[in-house]
């Protein structure tokens, strides 16, 4: 990603992100290249290192970071502005069009960036230009005479505002993010004024406005958002800022704010997600639609999307202690989130389809977003930035704390260290997970700490066992919230061993979608599998699945860098190749086979061709 944003890989749309910055501090001369929010690339990539180099030594990728954000400082103003876009085109502009220039998105992912790089490193060259920014934006906006009284049309900058003031302490920051978020959707519409003092060339995604239902739907500026209780507009906008208000509502003990959230989650997951853990189902505006409308060809499902939903998730499960919003998490960065990358990392999805027709995807005009193959890079290289912070980040989900309770949210093998109130206390992970469920913990304590130990027992498990110490626990009894909850005085060496049976599920829709009926998908533990071409022929809509025989689960060290793989009774139709469009004749022969299911992630890591993670189920006749 480091050369991407230098241009130094063949073959794929320019970066601009380091020019920009360049111009903007004056090192060169140049034009501003890219999107309105180029900046926000760069800056989702310093998060990514922040977070990596909490973990890992690597003086070469500090240095050139370093180096990136004593860049970002040159081109920031004396009053604490910094965006290329405006910067380089006239500063005549910034904040003018709240609605579509991203300002205010671009400086939330700057103050993301500042937080995990100074947690990572202890450096506070960018956590003083993140402050220096939001103090000027603080003396921008809000409620008092003389300020702005508007609000952005990407939301980003709440998470910003609330992650900068958990470092920092300063209650400005929370103040502000609240304002941005409690001002959202009040009459009459800030966006309104704005649009009446903007010329119509500058409103370049005007028709979306209102196109959702209610005007400003699109950004989830049509009500309150405590009103809200579907989710509907862009996608991304969406669960950035239902992250932003879960987490200001576990701050301020918020609880009418909270209890929104929690409608708006339940709304998602139940109805408008797919069982990868994709959301935004249609293309128009990256968007959610309506309850149940989840096609699995022409659908959005952007990577950047699933990564807000597990930030979404991430905020409700530590406001609440609750299971099914791990659950979730796990869902999506399983399946969604890992198929927006190569297994090489060197290409990206950005939307990330359920069922692909080759062919199709290439033949139609209205399918132009859905590619068949993922991309080098993207001109609105939004997603791979957000899956490389996404994975660097991944102790943040892995686990929660406070000062008296560990909670273990994801098996994921690695070291966690905990600052409790008794003392520190580290765990060690180890395991398969998730081709297999065997998974055991290592308490390393400097002395006995009496704390509590939650650990998650999957949604998808049926029959958790556990022990302690090779003592038999009983799950059930100890089980509180999806989490096996163990309180009592820990020793230096106590060990936690878990066993998740992993079992083939066969897993069915609601009855109200209607593209998946009559179909069936595969999963095991948290994968969902897909058939690919690769392995079963083209045409796989000609394909169905006998789920009335064993479903084998094999693993194979030598594919796709080593996974398992389902095989499994099918059958194929045999129709005629060419011949009349529509006939009479009675239904096709059909040749039983055997199919061969991978991991939905893993997808299109060999030879392109067509997928499908729903498949008609084989109905036996008497």
């Not at 790089?117 to 003083?128: D, I, M, N, P, W």
């Not at 209650?171 to 978020?181: D, E, G, S």
């Not at 959230?261 to 408008?272: A, D, S």
């Amino acid at each position: 990603m480091y050369h991407a944003f230098n241009n130094d890989v063949p073959d794929v749309p320019k970066s601009y992100c380091l020019h920009n910055f360049r111009v903007a501090a004056g090192l060169e001369e140049g034009e501003f290249g890219g999107l309105v929010f180029q900046d926000s690339d760069l800056y989702k990539y310093i998060e990514a290192v922040g977070f990596y180099l909490a973990n890992h030594e690597d003086t070469r990728t500090e240095k050139n970071c370093d180096a990136i954000i004593d860049l970002i400082a040159k081109a920031q103003l004396d009053d604490g502005y910094v965006n290329t876009y405006f910067i380089i085109n006239g500063l005549d502009g910034r904040w003018t069009n709240l609605a579509e220039n991203h300002e205010l998105y671009c400086a939330g992912h700057l103050m993301e960036a500042a937080c995990a790089y100074y947690a990572g490193t202890g450096k506070r060259v960018l956590l003083e230009v993140a402050c220096r920014f939001a103090d000027c934006i603080d003396a921008t906006f809000g409620p008092q005479p003389g300020k702005h009284k508007g609000y952005p049309g990407h939301q980003e900058i709440e998470i910003g505002l609330l992650k900068l003031y958990e470092i920092t302490g300063e209650k400005r920051y929370r103040k502000l993010a609240a304002y941005f978020l409690r001002t959202r959707g009040q009459k009459p519409y800030y966006f309104d004024g704005e649009r009446a003092r903007a010329s119509e060339e500058s409103l370049r995604h005007s028709p979306q406005w209102s196109s959702f239902g209610e005007p400003y739907a699109y950004m989830q500026a049509h009500r309150p958002l405590p009103d809200q209780d579907t989710a509907v507009g862009h996608a991304v906008r969406a669960c950035y800022m239902y992250t932003a208000a879960a987490h200001l509502a576990g701050i301020e003990k918020d609880e009418e704010l909270l209890q929104s959230m929690v409608r708006l989650w339940e709304n998602i997951t139940q109805k408008r997600m797919y069982v990868t853990g994709g959301v935004g189902s249609m293309i128009y505006g990256e968007a959610f639609t309506l309850d149940y409308d989840l096609p699995n060809d022409m659908m959005y499902s952007e990577t950047c999307a699933s990564i807000a939903l597990v930030m979404f998730s991430m905020r409700m499960l530590n406001n609440t202690g609750e299971a099914r919003y791990a659950d979730v998490i796990e869902q999506a960065l399983y399946n969604s989130v890992l198929s927006g990358q190569q297994l090489d990392g060197t290409r990206f999805f950005y939307v990330n389809p359920m069922s692909v027709w080759r062919k199709r995807c290439l033949g139609r005009a209205d399918m132009e977003a859905v590619k068949p193959e993922r991309q080098g890079w993207f001109n609105c290289a939004c997603c791979p930035p957000n899956i490389l912070r996404t994975l660097t980040g991944l102790g943040q989900y892995i686990y929660s704390y406070s000062e008296d309770t560990v909670l273990v949210n994801l098996y994921v093998a690695g070291n966690g260290v905990f600052p409790l109130r008794g003392g520190e206390v580290r765990i060690a992970q180890s395991g398969s997970y998730p081709w297999d469920g065997d998974v055991t913990l290592t308490l390393g304590l400097d002395r006995p700490a009496e704390f509590a130990l939650h650990l998650r027992i999957p949604g998808w498990c049926r029959n958790a066992q556990a022990t302690l110490n090779g003592r038999d626990l009983d799950v059930a009894a100890l089980c509180r919230d999806g989490f096996l909850v163990l309180r009592q005085l820990f020793h230096d060496g106590d060990t936690v061993c878990l066993h998740f049976p992993m079992t083939v599920d066969v897993v069915r829709s609601h009855p109200s979608l209607p593209f998946n009926a009559g179909k069936v998908a595969l999963r095991r533990g948290p994968v969902v599998y897909c058939l690919e071409e690769a392995d079963n022929g083209g045409e796989l809509w000609n394909v169905a699945l006998d789920t009335s025989c064993p479903i084998k689960a094999q693993a194979e060290p030598g594919l796709l860098d080593g996974v398992i793989a389902l095989s499994a009774q099918g059958y194929r139709k045999q129709g005629k190749t060419g011949g009349e469009l529509y006939t009479l004749d009675g239904p096709p022969a059909q040749e039983a086979r055997t199919l061969r299911f991978i991991p939905y992630y893993a997808w299109c890591n060999r030879t392109p061709g067509d997928m499908e993670v729903w498949v008609t189920e084989y109905e036996h006749h008497k």
